[in-house]
């Protein structure tokens, strides 16, 4: 693992393309993320990583503003 936030900039190998799956079924990261990590044997393997790293990225975000 990376030093500080660094293992942030690995985990994300192609920037914007969860959030693009979203638009696409015109909804919001976070209602897409929900979806996916609800029913993850609908979606293949990528796109539920993707979710969950958006869920946890998006406590990290949370946590910072509190």
Do not use: C, H
């Amino acid at each position: 693992m990376a030093e500080g936030g660094d293992w942030i900039d690995d985990a994300i190998k192609r920037p914007g393309a969860f959030k693009e799956k979203a638009e696409e079924r015109g909804m919001s990261t976070k209602e897409f993320a929900a979806k996916v990590t609800a029913n993850p044997d609908e979606y293949d393997k990528r796109t539920v990583r993707q979710a969950n790293l958006a869920k946890t990225l998006t406590k990290l975000r949370n946590r910072k503003k509190g």
